[in-house]
């Protein structure tokens, strides 16, 4: 029993996709930490750059803001672990002879920029690799512009899109998180087989790639009941940018209350940002709904304040320890491998009841990349 705000379970689910998974994720782990040491924000002098007579390597790393902070300083540890490591990694004489460098890029939160830094990369003829991003969204406007010159490139690009259908076309292009087709869907699905859920309800964001391939693979997952009401909501903003800090208006939020209360679901799917979860939270205790939620936003950071509280119980999708790379090395079938470098086991996190204590169920330790039933 530890002092977390929750009353944590966990339920890890079997599912058959991500076992031939293993050998590739562990090349990407050992992938990436080559990337990382010769991505080591290199500032090299001019002198040192051109002693062999050659301009140094160019690494970019894509970098941009939190939505559920104010103020991370992430960028900041970043960029003092990418210096470190290029001083060390140049000082040893960089790769094949020359000096490295990093470039950190960051897009603030804005599509545009987003794209205009990857361009900027992949126009540069000393580029070798990419490292970053996350948003679905932003990976879209990118993939959208930019796609032919991405794959024509060459250049590795090692991600953080959880919505790998987004790389599928695109081999040069890998995820280090895991994969939202070939985990999150799988365990999910067989979560609500498991519970006996049969009226599932959506209240997501609209136009986020994330959110609708995620309810797109669910209704397509064999077995998986049909969605009662589906509420899909637009938020306000001009732009993309504008857009990811906004807030829903309440009214907005208590009319797809209602409707959904009407329709009497026995778990109800919301996507609508970790931040944002409070304020349904007050609408649906307001209308006096206990129905199961699931959330994407993360329940430490949900619940982080006392003030906020539900009634009913809170599940989330959760990953938990890293592999043994012996075994991932013997055990792996590269023939079949997805490209999602998913270093952990998937399951479903609950927060029940509205109780602030922290218990687990379910195997403590899975072995990774595998999942288990319940006991």
């Not at 090692?158 to 292009?173: E, G, M, Q, R």
């Not at 732009?239 to 778990?267: H, M, V, W, Y």
Request: hydrophobic share 40%.
């Amino acid at each position: 029993m530890s002092a977390k705000p929750r009353n944590v379970q966990v339920w890890i689910t079997p599912t058959p996709e991500l076992k031939a998974a293993l050998l590739l994720a562990v090349f990407h782990i050992h992938f990436l930490w080559l990337a990382l040491v010769s991505t080591s924000t290199a500032y090299a002098t001019p002198a040192e750059a051109f002693s062999l007579g050659k301009p140094p390597l160019k690494i970019t790393v894509l970098v941009g803001p939190r939505n559920d902070f104010c103020y991370s300083d992430h960028i900041e540890a970043v960029e003092k672990l990418g210096r470190s490591e290029r001083d060390r990694i140049n000082k040893a004489g960089g790769i094949a002879g020359r000096q490295i460098e990093i470039q950190f890029r960051s897009d603030e939160g804005d599509p545009r920029r987003t794209v205009e830094n990857v361009s900027q990369a992949l126009a540069d003829p000393q580029s070798i690799a990419l490292i970053g991003l996350q948003s679905s969204d932003r990976a879209r406007e990118v993939f959208k512009e930019l796609g032919p010159r991405i794959s024509g490139s060459g250049i590795p690009w090692l991600s953080s899109i959880f919505a790998t259908n987004l790389i599928a076309d695109y081999p040069n292009v890998f995820s280090m998180s895991g994969s939202q087709e070939e985990e999150s869907i799988p365990v999910i699905a067989e979560f609500v087989k498991e519970k006996k859920f049969s009226r599932p309800a959506v209240i997501g964001l609209k136009g986020q790639p994330f959110i609708e391939a995620l309810f797109k693979g669910l209704e397509e997952k064999k077995g998986f009941p049909p969605f009662v009401d589906k509420h899909l909501l637009a938020l306000p903003g001009a732009d993309s940018k504008s857009r990811q800090n906004a807030n829903f208006d309440p009214g907005e939020i208590a009319k797809a209350i209602e409707d959904l209360k009407s329709k009497n679901p026995d778990i109800v799917f919301l996507s609508v940002g970790g931040w944002r979860v409070p304020a349904f939270l007050k609408e649906l205790e307001k209308a006096g709904i206990s129905t199961p939620l699931f959330v994407t936003g993360r329940l430490d950071d949900i619940f982080r304040s006392p003030a906020v509280s539900y009634s009913g119980d809170v599940y989330q999708i959760a990953r938990d320890e890293l592999p043994n790379l012996s075994t991932a090395f013997a055990n792996a079938s590269s023939a079949s491998a997805p490209r999602s470098g998913c270093s952990r086991a998937a399951g479903i996190r609950m927060r029940s009841k509205g109780s602030r204590t922290d218990a687990r169920s379910g195997p403590r330790k899975p072995h990774p990349m595998s999942f288990h039933a319940p006991t």
